[in-house]
């Protein structure tokens, strides 16, 4: 069956970075693409970017942009979400999901678990 | 605050009917097709409705899902216990290079 699995809970330090992981399976990497969604405790969801498993194209969130970088590795299956210089706001589950693109339109499915990014001093 | 506009919140009794609405613009909704999200409490997303108002799979056909202009809906009929989630509607939105924006999500409690 499809699945993502993600990488497990950090805690990190105001200032650092985190790089969280989502492994593929179930089928082909590079035929979709990869979104990465954020959602704050108790807060709704926000689309932080895409990355094309195909030829890495990415498109970022105008918020994060300088501070996101969404990559890639085909001999895996993976895709990668790099946060740079975090802040406490932040703190969130982040999600991966498979973009899938349709006749009239896109939707995600399936989602990754999710991976809780904690930052604190 | 969210791009699309959902009520925080919305309930009903097991076998009732309850819909949930989203608002957005020309934008978003206004020329883009609407997919639905349930999250139930403590998991992750899960693909309701896609295209406005097509069925993955494995969802029930007592929910449905409509378009009409810069608003959707997600109608729940036959209402269950199992029911109660976070529900979330989305959509790619044409500004700022394209990009997609939900909206606040809404608590269903079935009482």
């Known amino acids: 069956q499809v699945q993502l699995v993600q990488s497990g809970a950090e805690v990190k330090k105001p200032g650092a970075s985190v790089k969280v992981s989502c492994k593929a399976s179930?089928?082909?990497?590079?035929?979709?693409?990869i979104s990465w969604v954020r959602q704050a405790p108790g807060q709704g969801l926000e689309w932080m970017g895409w990355?094309?498993?195909?030829?890495?194209?990415?498109n970022y969130a105008q918020k994060l942009q300088g501070r996101v970088t969404m990559t890639t590795d085909t001999s895996t299956s993976t895709a990668y979400m790099e946060l740079r210089s975090l802040r406490s706001d932040d703190t969130a589950v982040y999600y991966c999901?498979?973009?899938?693109?349709?006749?009239?339109?896109?939707?995600?499915?399936?989602w990754g678990q999710g991976t809780l990014v904690t930052v604190s001093s | 605050q969210s791009v699309l506009t959902q009520p925080p919140s919305a309930s009903g009794t097991p076998g009732q009917r309850v819909t949930i609405s989203c608002s957005g613009s020309?934008?978003?909704?206004?020329?883009?097709?609407v997919n639905w999200y349930q999250q139930l409490p403590g998991t992750a997303p899960k693909l309701l409705i896609y295209?406005?108002?097509q069925r993955p799979s494995g969802v029930p056909d007592r929910f449905s899902g409509s378009k009409s202009g810069t608003s959707a809906s997600l109608a729940i009929s036959g209402l269950q216990s199992e029911d109660e989630a976070d529900y979330y509607c989305?959509?790619?939105?044409?500004?700022?290079?394209?990009?997609?924006?939900f909206g606040g999500g809404t608590k269903l409690t079935v009482l």
């Open positions: 990355i094309s498993a195909y030829n890495g194209n990415t």
């Open positions: 020309s934008s978003n909704i206004g020329s883009n097709t």
């Open positions: 295209s406005n108002n």
């Open positions: 999901a498979r973009e899938v693109v349709g006749a009239t339109g896109n939707w995600f499915d399936p």
């Open positions: 179930g089928y082909t990497f590079t035929s979709y693409g």
């Open positions: 989305a959509a790619w939105d044409d500004s700022l290079n394209g990009h997609w924006v």
